[in-house]
């Protein structure tokens, strides 16, 4: 191990307890209460005349976060997951040679198992008062001396573990982010639908417009593709009977990373027979309220600079709309390709003048609509070419049944009505192979086993994927999705040092 003098000394102190007979690695360490429970539990002493309750006494343990040594006495703050306490130790209480070792061997950092009752100091702060103190565990690698947390965002991300112990509100945001997952399985199952797991590894890489991992089958001898949707396997569910069925799942997508995205992510995917996507827009409206109410917020948040309204119903505004009243495009030019193609080149977009007029839009959409979504907006009946597995309008063939879900300029949900036609299908993935013999590394290949599967019959159905990583950005106020990634993708840290030189 490469240690700096610092740990060395901490070693060195580690082995001195040993040598006295005390192991600074014990096990077998019950806690009785977290700090928390200690504070509720022994709050009514504060309203006693002399502050404090001798004959009550209980156990603590946590994290030295805070040390303060006097000649006779000390106070510590320890932390656990819960919060923090103030300890209380005195030579009197504890015996005189067992206070020596405690100012000698005992620092911050250490995880330590406090007995004692709990008193109020002349500063009003609940305290235990410790009789027993015994070292957990003994820390080698001192804190960082900033004790409100780390500056260095690359260090934070990196080792995720310090983040947490100097930063009690990173540790809140995934607290949050386990409320919101929980929140959304005991929504589904409420609504009787099924929770299944699909594939982690695909034969075929589809689901979704995405550049997969590749991996390699030693035992099969043949590539698997890191699942990048697993709508097609979720939909195989529909057509053998399942008729409501959600994943909670991780997705892989081999693509760039910025503060939206991330190569492993988080989604939530749900399949509805006899259900439209409007009736899905309906239930994501209802599971939104939902959330918010678990988390005991308000339907008005603060999002940055920016106040996002949750009030349902959410908006609602077709795609041809949305580039007319939202991006200012005119209308003329909206479903002519070449109208399209001159507007971007005009306006600094780099485009190819093969692209369909369908793709051309999603252009149009990305820079001039997207970032302008603030509140909770469903846009609705994309263009065909971009919605591969979505249903066909009846009213316009060139309009898939289709919406995605944006708030603060970000997409957060996409759904549709579910193609069930195989012949339909299979023609678009065709399309989707020619796509990809042109250069599109993203478009869908052929799954000739789920065009099987829609030959059996799969009934009217409408499916939804819903972004959790960037749901909870929103629900915590974080603008990175690193931030709310216990451990998000880091370039290897070499690469990074070569870079900065």
């Given at each position: 191990m490469d240690l700096n003098e610092y740990e060395l000394q901490r070693v060195q102190k580690a082995q001195d307890l040993q040598k006295i007979g005390i192991n600074p690695y014990p096990h077998n360490i019950k806690k009785e209460l977290s700090t928390q429970d200690f504070i509720q539990k022994f709050d009514y002493v504060k309203e006693l005349e002399n502050k404090r309750d001798e004959e009550k006494s209980?156990?603590?343990?946590?994290?030295?976060?805070?040390?303060?040594?006097?000649?006779?006495?000390?106070?510590?703050?320890?932390?656990?997951?819960?919060?923090?306490?103030?300890?209380?130790?005195?030579?009197?209480?504890l015996g005189a040679e067992w206070f020596k070792d405690i100012k000698k061997y005992i620092e911050v950092g250490d995880i330590i198992k406090v007995c004692g009752f709990?008193?109020?100091?002349?500063?009003?702060?609940?305290?235990?008062?410790?009789?027993?103190?015994?070292?957990?565990?003994?820390?080698?690698?001192?804190?960082?001396?900033?004790?409100?947390?780390?500056?260095?965002?690359?260090?934070?991300?990196?080792?995720?573990?310090?983040?947490m112990i100097m930063n009690q509100d990173v540790k809140k945001v995934f607290q949050i982010r386990s409320t919101i997952i929980s929140t959304i399985r005991s929504f589904f199952e409420n609504k009787n639908f099924l929770e299944v797991e699909t594939p982690m590894m695909h034969p075929i890489a589809g689901g979704a417009n995405a550049k997969p991992f590749v991996t390699h089958h030693n035992a099969l001898g043949v590539?698997?593709?890191?699942?990048?949707?697993p709508e097609l396997y979720l939909k195989r569910l529909v057509v053998g009977g399942f008729e409501s069925v959600f994943e909670i799942n991780r997705n892989f997508r081999n693509e760039g990373m910025d503060l939206t995205h991330n190569p492993e992510f988080t989604m939530i995917e749900f399949y509805w027979a006899y259900h439209t996507y409007k009736d899905l827009m309906s239930l994501t409206e209802e599971l939104f309220l939902t959330i918010l109410k678990r988390l005991k917020l308000p339907t008005k948040l603060n999002y940055g600079d920016l106040e996002i309204d949750f009030s349902v119903p959410f908006a609602k505004i077709s795609y041809d709309d949305s580039l007319v009243n939202i991006g200012k495009i005119p209308r003329d030019i909206i479903n002519d390709k070449t109208k399209i193609y001159d507007f971007l080149t005009e306006n600094g977009i780099s485009v190819k003048k093969e692209m369909s007029t369908g793709h051309l839009k999603a252009e149009l959409f990305d820079n001039f609509v997207e970032d302008k979504l603030i509140?909770?907006?469903?846009?609705?009946d994309f263009p065909i070419e971009i919605s591969p597995l979505s249903r066909r309008s009846d009213e316009d063939l060139n309009i898939a049944e289709r919406f995605e879900l944006f708030c603060a300029g970000k997409e957060i949900a996409n759904g549709f009505n579910e193609?069930?036609?195989?012949?339909?299908?299979?023609?678009?993935?065709?399309?989707?192979?020619?796509?990809?013999?042109?250069?599109?590394?993203?478009?869908?290949?052929?799954?000739?086993d789920y065009v099987k599967a829609l030959c059996y019959a799969m009934p009217p159905t409408a499916g939804e994927g819903i972004g959790i990583d960037r749901l909870t950005m929103l629900l915590t106020n974080q603008h990175s999705i690193r931030d709310v990634i216990l451990f998000p993708a880091m370039k290897p840290l070499e690469n990074t040092k070569k870079e900065d030189k």
């Amino acid at each position: 191990m490469d240690l700096n003098e610092y740990e060395l000394q901490r070693v060195q102190k580690a082995q001195d307890l040993q040598k006295i007979g005390i192991n600074p690695y014990p096990h077998n360490i019950k806690k009785e209460l977290s700090t928390q429970d200690f504070i509720q539990k022994f709050d009514y002493v504060k309203e006693l005349e002399n502050k404090r309750d001798e004959e009550k006494s209980d156990c603590i343990a946590g994290r030295i976060k805070f040390l303060r040594l006097m000649g006779k006495a000390a106070f510590l703050k320890i932390e656990d997951d819960k919060g923090l306490l103030q300890v209380y130790i005195s030579r009197d209480a504890l015996g005189a040679e067992w206070f020596k070792d405690i100012k000698k061997y005992i620092e911050v950092g250490d995880i330590i198992k406090v007995c004692g009752f709990p008193f109020v100091t002349k500063t009003g702060e609940l305290t235990i008062h410790a009789k027993e103190l015994q070292l957990v565990t003994k820390a080698i690698t001192p804190l960082p001396e900033k004790f409100h947390g780390l500056s260095d965002k690359e260090l934070r991300y990196r080792q995720r573990y310090l983040d947490m112990i100097m930063n009690q509100d990173v540790k809140k945001v995934f607290q949050i982010r386990s409320t919101i997952i929980s929140t959304i399985r005991s929504f589904f199952e409420n609504k009787n639908f099924l929770e299944v797991e699909t594939p982690m590894m695909h034969p075929i890489a589809g689901g979704a417009n995405a550049k997969p991992f590749v991996t390699h089958h030693n035992a099969l001898g043949v590539e698997r593709y890191l699942r990048i949707a697993p709508e097609l396997y979720l939909k195989r569910l529909v057509v053998g009977g399942f008729e409501s069925v959600f994943e909670i799942n991780r997705n892989f997508r081999n693509e760039g990373m910025d503060l939206t995205h991330n190569p492993e992510f988080t989604m939530i995917e749900f399949y509805w027979a006899y259900h439209t996507y409007k009736d899905l827009m309906s239930l994501t409206e209802e599971l939104f309220l939902t959330i918010l109410k678990r988390l005991k917020l308000p339907t008005k948040l603060n999002y940055g600079d920016l106040e996002i309204d949750f009030s349902v119903p959410f908006a609602k505004i077709s795609y041809d709309d949305s580039l007319v009243n939202i991006g200012k495009i005119p209308r003329d030019i909206i479903n002519d390709k070449t109208k399209i193609y001159d507007f971007l080149t005009e306006n600094g977009i780099s485009v190819k003048k093969e692209m369909s007029t369908g793709h051309l839009k999603a252009e149009l959409f990305d820079n001039f609509v997207e970032d302008k979504l603030i509140n909770p907006t469903f846009v609705m009946d994309f263009p065909i070419e971009i919605s591969p597995l979505s249903r066909r309008s009846d009213e316009d063939l060139n309009i898939a049944e289709r919406f995605e879900l944006f708030c603060a300029g970000k997409e957060i949900a996409n759904g549709f009505n579910e193609l069930n036609n195989p012949l339909d299908q299979y023609e678009r993935f065709k399309s989707q192979i020619d796509a990809k013999n042109a250069g599109d590394d993203e478009a869908h290949e052929m799954d000739e086993d789920y065009v099987k599967a829609l030959c059996y019959a799969m009934p009217p159905t409408a499916g939804e994927g819903i972004g959790i990583d960037r749901l909870t950005m929103l629900l915590t106020n974080q603008h990175s999705i690193r931030d709310v990634i216990l451990f998000p993708a880091m370039k290897p840290l070499e690469n990074t040092k070569k870079e900065d030189k």
